[in-house]
């Protein structure tokens, strides 16, 4: 009796109208040929939802479908558009990750010169706990008109780079667009900053527009790697003596997904991409998660001054995300056994972005940009290595108080990816991996990408650049400052409670010149220098 009531169930109900209702409307077509034009539509329209009803019963891959046939479906499609109800309907201005809607309007504000002022207070809660503030000076200056720019080059560069002390992060061609690419480009050109490669090599769409570029070397040695895979120092030469290449950078590992290493399948290894990775068609484009033209903390000192070498004395230098303390000392300590020191290291955070990476790598691995840089900072202090490299920071840089704050903690510069992005149209869609990009920033898809026109978006990398620097140059005058190299981290607070509130001085405490050879009793670093060793990765046993 059950199984004979089941179709005149809630569950059963919506594919029991649709099924007596076809029926009915064919009988009625049957019944009088002259309604056939009056019952056409309906009756297509139920049997349809009839026939995808009892497919929903019949198939095994949805449990709920088979329970709630056509119904079901409505709650495919709620799923589907979701994020999209959220973002625009539910939203408040300070929610939204991983970049607030605040955060993304004042970038939209900024790239199009439109009014960034806020009405009526801060909607953010000073006294909830970390909450942060820049402290202001009773004797604030005029405002800097300069760019602020850094000079990047130790005492064995060649070539160093007068750099910007905000450039866009690295992004490779492939994971965006040629038209976004271009526009990223020309913006750098035209505002005098440095543009990253990202590891997927040197494309004719960063050559076109002339702007400064920075070579990122990844594991997969892009532009400059043999037939199987290994680095080609002939190959990296030819390439590195453009002179539009200003730097070249080498990277360790990825904020958003360290030590995972990536793979472009076969089938979008276009022509394109194969020429100028330099990798063959119809093979997956692989990124090892590991290096072969090293194995040792010395040998990567060695490998950075061949690049420095072979790029004809251009900065060299490094990114990675700090993972083992150990690891990162390990290098340190190469550096003082070898005396090969790099011009620069680039601290990527784990909260950078990425088109794609798995879960739990996006979430839970690596150290947060903050805490990274400010390590690395410290343990250059503490091997009097700190005036000659500098250090630059990536990891969710949107704003100029996001610079500020990362320069207190110890960067030189700081690199943008997504803010950039955002300057170039992107609404946060997060559809990055799906080569759906909706603004035609990341994607492949050509019919996709001519959304994006170069001209105007250009337009809008150099005004973000522009007006993010005049709000840092707005803030650094308001704390007394001429420069951003003279913010220290006792111009910044944080709220630990309720009531109590520490400075970054005391948050973040620095090291003494040569601590760590001479011997350190700070608890961040006494162990881990006591593990490291220049000879290999691995820890020692103490």
């Not at 449990?63 to 079901?72: E, G, Q």
């Not at 408040?92 to 939209?108: H, I, L, N, Q, W």
């Not at 990253?196 to 040197?202: M, S």
């Not at 620069?344 to 990274?372: Q, S």
Request: net charge neutral; charged share 20%.
């Amino acid at each position: 009796m059950q199984t004979v009531m089941l179709p005149f169930t809630p569950r059963f109900i919506v594919l029991t109208i649709c099924s007596v209702a076809t029926l009915f409307l064919v009988g009625m077509g049957i019944w009088d040929h002259r309604l056939i034009h009056l019952i056409v539509i309906p009756a297509t329209v139920f049997g349809c939802l009839a026939a995808l009803g009892f497919h929903d019963l019949l198939q095994k891959d949805h449990a709920v479908l088979r329970n709630y046939p056509i119904s079901a479906h409505i709650r495919f499609l709620l799923e589907e558009i979701r994020p999209e109800m959220r973002q625009y309907f539910f939203e408040s201005e300070k929610d939204g990750m991983p970049f607030s809607r605040d955060t993304r309007a004042v970038v939209y504000q900024r790239a199009k010169m439109v009014l960034d002022k806020r009405p009526f207070g801060t909607q953010k809660n000073v006294y909830e706990e970390g909450y942060e503030w820049m402290n202001h000076s009773v004797a604030p200056k005029p405002h800097a008109a300069e760019q602020f720019r850094i000079t990047i080059g130790g005492p064995d560069c060649l070539r160093p780079y007068s750099a910007s002390v905000l450039n866009i992060s690295a992004m490779s061609f492939g994971a965006l667009s040629p038209n976004a690419i271009r526009a990223l480009n020309a913006g750098a050109k035209k505002g005098n900053f440095a543009h990253d490669t990202g590891e997927g090599g040197v494309s004719p769409y960063h050559e076109q527009e002339g702007g400064d570029l920075i070579w990122e070397i990844g594991s997969g040695y892009f532009g400059c790697r043999t037939g199987d895979g290994n680095f080609d120092p002939d190959k990296f030469a030819a390439r590195a003596a453009l002179d539009q290449i200003k730097m070249v950078e080498l990277k360790v590992s990825q904020g958003a997904k360290p030590g995972h290493g990536g793979v472009l399948p076969a089938a979008k290894v276009s022509e394109e991409i194969s020429r100028i990775r330099g990798v063959a068609m119809g093979e997956d484009c692989i990124s090892p998660p590991y290096h072969k033209a090293f194995s040792t903390p010395v040998e990567m000192m060695q490998f950075i001054d061949t690049m420095r070498r072979l790029s004809g004395g251009k900065p060299a230098g490094f990114k990675l995300c700090i993972g083992h303390p150990w690891e990162f000392l390990a290098i340190c300590k190469a550096m003082l056994q070898t005396g090969i020191y790099p011009d620069f290291i680039v601290v990527d955070g784990k909260e950078g972005g990425t088109g794609a990476a798995p879960l739990e790598f996006m979430d839970h691995l690596g150290m947060p940009m903050r805490e990274g840089v400010n390590f690395v900072h410290n343990a250059l202090i503490g091997i009097g290595a700190r005036d000659r490299i500098k250090i630059g920071a990536s990891g969710k840089i949107a704003t100029a108080f996001d610079i500020a704050r990362a320069m207190a903690l110890g960067a030189d510069w700081c690199n943008s990816a997504r803010g950039f992005m955002f300057a170039l149209g992107c609404i946060q869609s997060l559809s990055c991996h799906t080569d759906r990009c909706p603004t035609g920033v990341a994607t492949q898809d050509p019919t996709r990408a001519r959304a994006l026109a170069i001209p105007q978006k250009t337009d809008r990398v150099l005004n973000f650049h522009e007006a993010t620097l005049h709000a840092l140059a707005e803030l650094i005058a308001a704390a007394g400052l001429e420069h951003p190299q003279q913010i220290r981290a006792m111009h910044f607070s944080h709220r630990s409670s309720d009531n109590d509130v520490m400075s970054f001085t005391q948050l973040y405490p620095e090291l003494r010149p040569n601590e760590l050879i001479h011997g350190t009793d700070d608890r961040r670093f006494r162990d881990a220098w006591a593990m490291a060793q220049a000879a290999s990765f691995q820890p020692l046993d103490v």
